[in-house]
């Protein structure tokens, strides 16, 4: 459950969201998730470009809503072998871009991503920093 990461009182972690410029009522995704979104993007792609680390982002919520992966944030995340279990809080910058993403992708159909290669799963569809991205069948 979302109690295994280290979360901040209420009025703290609403602090963070009005600081990074969110809308916390993005679409279907409430302030837990916009959080947990973060840290990971931060943890897996924290040495990337912008471009780098809203595809990251893009996984995940592409997962979401995809009919092949589960329906939730916390779901995805968490399944295992495919994202870390990130524990720091992310800079103010990070929760925008996932916002941002949210709102509009930068490429929805990015479902998986590793370095050094493509991935054996999906299409080849782009390099991006040390990330290999793909997607489809």
Same mark, same amino acid.
């Given at each position: 459950d979302l109690?295994? !990461?280290p979360t901040r009182r209420s009025? %703290? @972690?609403d602090l963070v969201l009005i600081c990074g410029g969110i809308n916390v009522d993005a679409h279907?995704?409430?302030?837990a998730d916009? *959080? @947990?979104i973060g840290k990971v993007v931060q943890h897996e792609?924290?040495?990337q470009s912008d471009l780098g680390k809203r595809l990251v982002c893009d996984t995940i919520l592409n997962r979401v809503e995809s009919e092949n992966f589960p329906n939730t944030?916390? %779901?995805v995340i968490m399944q295992p072998g495919q994202y870390c279990n990130p524990s720091k809080f992310p800079p103010k910058e990070i929760y925008s871009l996932v916002a941002e993403e949210i709102y509009v992708r930068t490429n929805p159909? *990015? @479902?998986?991503?590793?370095? &050094?290669?493509?991935? &054996?799963?999906g299409v080849p569809l782009v390099v991006e920093g040390n990330?290999? !991205?793909?997607g489809g069948k």
């Open positions: 109690h295994s !990461f009025s %703290d @972690l279907e995704y409430d302030p916009i *959080v @947990l792609a924290g040495n944030v916390y %779901d159909q *990015v @479902l998986w991503y590793r370095t &050094k290669r493509y991935h &054996k799963y990330h290999y !991205f793909s």
